[in-house]
């Protein structure tokens, strides 16, 4: 739309397109160009209108016109005065609507906000696959800066787990226009894994061409997390229905057995036999430890739930642990905090847990054949939102990235063959997660080793 403009505001002159805009019976009587302008900029238009006069320069205000009760996006141009045959100077304004491109930008800039504060992972790529975009969630996600991303293929957030017929598929299904949906496997820059639903979407053009792709993941960290806490469950239901069984059909021989050897031992006075008997009897009572100990785990408790100063039963089991003869040389570190509630628990279980981990620790010190002044297992506990935590670090041998997963499960032990039965740390875990609560383990080899307890206060 052109206005030829005088001084004072008023409308000379018109082209078509500007016209037809004052058209209506409403507009007809519209002479001065400012009357278009919506009230609250209207100041502002006549104030960049005089400097355009003023200082024979072109001046531009993004603005709205109110006409026929309607309201325009408009990009209005003061250029500078001319004067025509000796005439008073009048003034070309040109004013451009960007109704529709305003209505998209606002489209685009709410898209923009949207996805920049979704929590989910989002990523623009080219049709070559490189980024050309992504959200704050994807680099919190990622762990990788921005400026290592763009530019980049996805396959750096990739674990390369995937096989490569799985990503042909892939390019397949977004390079023919459809949408494509799958669980994949990532890896954060520091390496950890990260598990996610991710749905890569075509961007396509006004003429149906595909243009890029847009990719959006779902964490499903949470979700494997929990299908292995339920599976780690139901090991422990099907191996307590074996337990229940082993205690029936192996305990009451093995007591016939241990009654046999007893009354043998006490008819003999040949050394050789009473030393030979002595072994057997020893292996027995192993025996029956470990279908006790299954037993244990695999049936609900006895015991009925007393008010307990878990902080004590801490202390007890570390005087337990100080007496044995491997821990003569260890240093015993007890950081305990006072604020520690007392909470209705079992309290022979968990000093059973905190001995288990205990003993455990001792071994691994010992293993680790450090010097004296070396050899320290920490003990603390504290208080964090709404549960306590419990630690038990030691300067041990560590365990191996490969076996952490492992060391819940029944019968896996590290030690060497008769020195353990690899139920300890199977049966702790049982007995914390029957009270809600969750062991965890960080460890380095020739570091040490960290188990972490938590409790929930309520």
């Known amino acids: ?18 016209a037809k805009l004052l058209s209506s019976k409403k507009s007809e009587g519209v002479n001065n160009f400012f009357d278009l302008i919506e009230l609250c ?17 072109q001046n531009t205000l993004i603005t709205r016109f109110y006409i026929d009760r309607k309201f325009f996006d408009v990009k209005v141009i003061f250029t500078p005065p001319t004067s025509l045959n000796g005439k008073e100077k009048q003034v070309l304004i040109v004013a451009n609507d960007i109704t529709e491109a305003k209505a998209k930008e606002t489209e685009l800039l709410r898209f923009f906000n949207i996805v920049e504060n979704s929590i989910n992972p989002v990523q623009i790529t080219d049709l070559h696959g490189k980024m050309i975009y992504v959200n704050p969630a994807f680099l919190k996600a990622s762990g990788y800066p921005k400026e290592e991303l763009l530019g980049k293929n996805p396959k750096i957030f990739g674990s390369g787990k995937l096989p490569k017929k799985f990503w042909d598929k892939m390019w397949q299904t977004i390079s023919s226009g459809k949408v494509w949906f799958g669980e994949v496997e990532d890896q954060r820059k520091n390496g950890d894994p990260y598990f996610t639903q991710l749905l890569i979407s075509p961007i396509i053009d006004d003429e149906n061409n595909v243009t890029g792709y847009f990719g959006i993941h779902r964490d499903m960290s949470e979700k494997r997390t929990l299908e292995q806490q339920l599976i780690n469950t139901q090991k422990m239901e099907s191996i307590g229905t074996l337990a229940a069984g082993i205690a029936h059909e192996v305990g009451n021989p093995l007591a016939s057995i241990s009654a046999i050897v007893q009354v ?21 009572t192993r025996i029956s430890k470990i279908i006790r100990d299954l037993v244990n785990i695999s049936r609900p408790s006895n015991f009925e739930l007393q008010v307990t100063n878990i902080n004590e039963c801490l202390k007890e089991a570390v ?16 950081k305990l905090n006072a604020d520690v509630p007392r909470l209705p628990l079992i309290t022979d279980q968990v000093e059973q847990v905190f001995v288990n981990i205990l003993l455990n ?17 920490i003990v603390e506990s504290s208080v964090s939102n709404d ?4 630690t038990i670090s030691d300067t041990g041998t560590g365990i191996a990235d490969d076996n952490q997963s492992k060391i819940f499960e029944p019968f896996f032990t590290t030690k060497k063959p008769g020195k353990g039965t690899g139920l300890g740390l199977w049966v702790s875990y049982g007995i914390i997660k029957s009270f809600q ?13 960290t188990f972490t307890i ?5």
């Not at 900029?41 to 320069?57: G, H, P, T, V």
């Not at 005087?319 to 007890?334: H, L, M, N, Q």
């Not at 620790?361 to 297992?377: F, L, M, Q, S």
């Open 1 to 18: 739309m052109y206005f030829m403009v005088g001084k004072d505001g008023i409308i000379l002159q018109k082209n078509k397109k500007a």
């Open 387 to 390: 549960e306590v935590c419990f």
């Open 41 to 57: 900029d209207r100041n502002l238009a006549e104030k960049s209108f005089s400097e355009s006069i003023q200082n024979n320069s």
């Open 264 to 284: 043998a031992q006490r008819n003999t006075s040949d050394e050789f036999i009473i030393e030979k008997l002595g072994l057997v009897k020893s292996q027995i």
């Open 319 to 334: 005087e337990i642990t100080k007496v044995g003869t491997k821990a003569k040389d260890i240093d015993f570190v007890v």
């Open 361 to 377: 620790a001792v071994d691994a010190v010992n293993e680790a054949g450090k010097p004296d002044d070396e050899k320290h297992i």
């Open 454 to 458: 938590t409790i929930p206060i309520q």
């Open 437 to 449: 609560g969750d062991i965890k383990v960080s460890s380095k080899i020739g570091e040490g080793t």
